[in-house]
């Protein structure tokens, strides 16, 4: 009887062990897989939702064109470089032409770069701020490494004795030289590297030249997308070349280079 009785007493006595062992294990388990949950939402995975990017108003190249029209002209070709990006270094170079008294944009939009700093405001250029001058300015000559070009701008072959001086305490500052520069400063126009096989000179600061107030101002192949100029405007392979078969010289190219908002207001 004893015996009997004792082994009914462990049995209730192991079944109610049990179940309160199963429900406290149940739990910590339950715990833990939330703590998992919680510790995953910080180190996550799963990418965390951005925030909604602010929409850009699109950028209005031909009412650009017609509010700086004091600065233009008489020019019939217009290379529009602008930005409106996170990197102020991401710019847009749009080209247009003037068609039958119409402003027409000739090929879909860019993506190009310019100076680190993004654009100077208009008149504060200054040599060695790494920014591209604000303004419109006119686009005088083509060079490369070839001998001769697919272009109706006046071209000219770079070669190993050819720089371009940026000193400007020099008598040659802002100058396209043949023979070594009497300056301190200056750059090879013929580099080891493809930037200047195909090239636009911007006629900036040049009638007059102002000592320190920037030179060698050119279009350019850039390195890399990602990467910034010192105040060039640098683009890809095929549409610097795209450029140079469309510009004329008898069209009296400019471009018009400044903020997207800036340029909106009208008159530089």
Same mark, same amino acid.
């Given at each position: ?56 108003? +699109? ?7 017609? /509010?700086? &029209? *004091?600065?233009?002209? !008489?020019? $019939? %070709? ?59 300015? +006119? ?7 070839? /001998?001769? &070009? *697919?272009?109706?701008? !006046?071209? $000219? %072959? ?111």
């Amino acid at each position: 009887m004893f015996s009997a009785h004792r082994s009914k007493l462990y049995g209730v006595y192991g079944s109610m062990i049990l179940f309160i062992t199963l429900m406290f294990y149940g739990w910590g388990c339950q715990k833990s897989s939330t703590s998992q949950e919680k510790t995953s939402s910080l180190v996550s995975n799963t990418p965390l939702k951005a925030s909604p990017k602010k929409k850009q108003p +699109p950028i209005i190249g031909r009412e650009i064109i017609l /509010k700086n &029209m *004091d600065k233009i002209g !008489p020019s $019939r %070709q217009v290379i529009l470089v602008t930005t409106q990006a996170t990197k102020i270094y991401h710019s847009l170079t749009m080209p247009f032409e003037k068609v039958k008294g119409k402003w027409e944009k000739v090929y879909p939009s860019i993506v190009s770069t310019i100076g680190e700093g993004g654009f100077a405001k208009a008149g504060e250029k200054m040599e060695g701020d790494l920014k591209t001058p604000t303004g419109v300015y +006119p686009l005088v000559l083509a060079f490369g490494y070839a /001998k001769s &070009m *697919d272009t109706r701008l !006046p071209y $000219r %072959q770079a070669t190993g004795n050819d720089y371009w001086v940026d000193d400007p305490k020099s008598r040659q500052y802002n100058r396209w030289v043949r023979g070594k520069p009497k300056a301190r400063s200056y750059e090879l126009m013929k580099r080891e590297d493809h930037q200047y096989e195909y090239g636009i000179v911007v006629g900036y600061n040049m009638k007059p030249v102002v000592k320190g107030k920037g030179s060698a101002l050119f279009f350019h192949v850039w390195p890399h997308k990602d990467l910034p100029s010192i105040g060039c405007i640098t683009m890809p392979t095929e549409h610097m070349i795209q450029l140079l078969k469309w510009l004329d010289i008898r069209k009296k190219p400019v471009v018009l280079m400044g903020p997207h908002d800036r340029l909106l207001k009208g008159p530089l």
